[in-house]
């Protein structure tokens, strides 16, 4: 199985500040594999990023991807307060399980 | 509109039973793998079970193989989740997740609102 560590767990950050987000896999990873989630309290996860780097629909573009191998990152460019949340990469490989990171949580400073 | 609306959770004592289901609209829905993720109050996202969508292949986490079966009715629009002999560890709330059909990925790009499962005594 392979394991997701993002850090930080959490951060404390101001509205209009840049923040990058890590995902690190125990293994190589397929870029086709690594997805984004944002969570808010109460609601069902949304997806954000698939396949790394790409936009799922409706997501603005202050959001974007990066990474390969067992390295991953997502960066929001300037924190709208919308964007105050807690984020989920997960691998989805050819074969279940597919896992997930165990968040971070970006809070409002 | 794509929808998925999950039902069935509630209170159950340790080692009873409880059958989740999950209607779906507004897509093919036999064109689809379909999940089950779960979420314990306060902890991150755990994937529990899968299910193809024509060919009827399943696939379960190893901390729910032989106790939980997932099933679907194309008929009917609709995934099922029987969770049997059920344990503390098990509450949470239960998303029903729809996976991206292009075959070149497998994120998760559709989730209901989730229904909370507490086992308790």
């Given at each position: 199985e392979i394991v997701l560590t993002q850090s930080p767990g959490t951060l404390s950050l101001s509205p209009g500040e840049r923040v990058t987000l890590s995902c690190r896999a125990s293994q190589s990873i397929s870029s086709s594999y690594l997805a984004w989630y944002q969570q808010k309290p109460g609601q069902a996860p949304r997806l954000l990023?698939?396949?790394?780097s790409n936009r799922a629909t409706?997501?603005?573009?202050?959001f974007s991807g990066g990474g390969s191998g067992t390295e991953f990152t997502l960066t929001i460019s300037r924190l709208e307060p919308e964007d105050f949340a807690v984020y989920y990469c997960q691998q989805s490989g050819i074969s279940p399980p597919w896992t997930f990171g165990q968040g971070t949580k970006v809070e409002i400073k | 509109e794509v929808q998925l609306v999950e039902s069935g959770g509630g209170l159950a004592q340790p080692g009873g039973s409880l059958r989740l289901s999950c209607a779906a609209s507004?897509?093919?829905?036999?064109?689809y793998t379909m999940n089950w993720v779960r979420q314990a109050p306060g902890k991150g996202l755990e994937w529990v079970s899968g299910m193809t969508g024509s060919s009827g292949i399943k696939y379960s986490a190893d901390s729910v193989k032989g106790r939980f079966t997932i099933s679907r009715d194309n008929a009917k629009n609709t995934l099922y989740l029987q969770m049997?002999?059920?344990?503390?560890?098990?509450?949470a709330v239960y998303y029903c997740a729809r996976k991206d059909r292009s075959g070149s990925y497998n994120h998760f790009d559709c989730w209901g609102q989730g229904t909370l499962v507490t086992v308790s005594s």
């Open positions: 990023i698939f396949a790394t409706g997501i603005p573009d202050r | 507004g897509f093919v829905f036999s064109s049997d002999s059920l344990r503390d560890e098990d509450s």
